[in-house]
């Protein structure tokens, strides 16, 4: 039982916890997503189950949040879960300033993830660490934010729409306002409303995954994730020498959109992800990275 499942999740749950409750439905041990959401936060979690975990890496992996800031308070953990820090009065700041300001946080960003995350160092996470009273250095990542619009200012409250890279902490984000402002801010609300190619329409509650039978009707082929990909098909006998992990010369010269492809069998079967490569002399070599086993029916 291999697809892509798009679950809308609830505030109040873990991504783990969606994992288990998925685990517990299908039976199914291996599933991954493509990124996780804070309990408070709603929305698209993509997860991917069996095959499907092995082209989680070229799933694209944008993201697009509704979020909500409360400016003039601040907390630990950087969104209204936590233990409040300060409180300042906000009536003084205008609505110019704020769109200033948020315009301003467009393209390349130097983000140091908040002590409250799941990204270990050293081996831990920085969340048991937080909660243990402990703040350690982090780096700062380079992220992108594609696109910010104010879609509503009521203060405290100022409502965004944000489209950015993976990786992007909008908690970070929401701090980031409240000092360029003065008055500091968290995260009051957060809905992710798309992930690449998977929007919030595409997804489902998990109140639905009431049976292995419901699962398998609502799993997506897992081609879906990467329809983005250039395809490739090869003969029975180039078939089986990408199975046995083989390059394959193509008589071709013909551009690629990107150096990654959908590798199928002429049954239209999807066999592999592959890699485009050229030869100092132009010629075109096919390398496969991730040899999959099942076909595009995930209902079989």
């Known amino acids: 039982m291999s697809g892509i499942l798009i679950i809308n999740k609830p505030a109040g749950l873990t991504s783990h916890d969606v994992i288990d409750i998925l685990r517990q439905v299908s039976g199914v041990r291996r599933i991954g997503h493509t990124g996780t959401l804070d309990p408070m936060a709603t929305g698209v979690l ?42 300042q009065p906000v009536n003084h700041i205008s609505e110019l300033q704020i769109k200033t300001e948020v315009a301003e946080l467009i393209g390349s960003l130097k983000q140091v993830p908040p002590m409250f995350s799941a990204i270990k160092i050293k081996g831990r996470r920085l969340y048991e660490l937080a909660r243990a009273g402990q703040s350690i250095p982090r780096p700062a990542r380079t992220v992108e934010i594609y696109d910010l619009k104010i879609t509503a200012i009521n203060l ?16 970070s984000l929401a701090e980031t306002v409240g000092e360029k402002l003065g008055c500091g801010a968290l995260l009051f609300d957060l809905t992710r409303t798309r992930v690449g190619p998977f929007g919030l329409e595409q997804s489902i509650q998990l109140p639905q995954l009431n049976s292995l039978i419901t699962l398998k009707k609502l799993l997506k082929p897992m081609e879906t994730g990467i329809n983005h990909l250039p395809t490739i098909t090869v003969s029975p006998n180039d078939a089986q020498k990408i199975k046995n992990g083989q390059s394959l010369k193509q008589n071709t010269t013909r551009p690629f959109p990107n150096h990654y492809v959908r590798i199928y069998t002429n049954d239209a079967n999807l066999l592999a992800i592959g890699k ?23 209902s079989r």
């Open 46 to 87: 993509v997860t991917c189950l069996e095959q499907a975990t092995r082209i989680i890496e070229f799933i694209p992996d944008d993201k697009e949040y509704q979020a909500v800031l409360q400016l003039g308070t601040t907390s630990d953990t950087l969104d209204r879960t936590g233990k409040i820090l300060s409180h």
């Open 156 to 171: 405290p409250f100022v409502h965004l729409k944000i489209h950015c890279s993976s990786g992007t902490y909008i908690r």
């Open 276 to 298: 485009v490569h050229y030869s100092p002399n132009n010629e075109c070599f096919l390398k496969p990275v991730k040899v999959l086993t099942v076909i595009n029916d995930v």
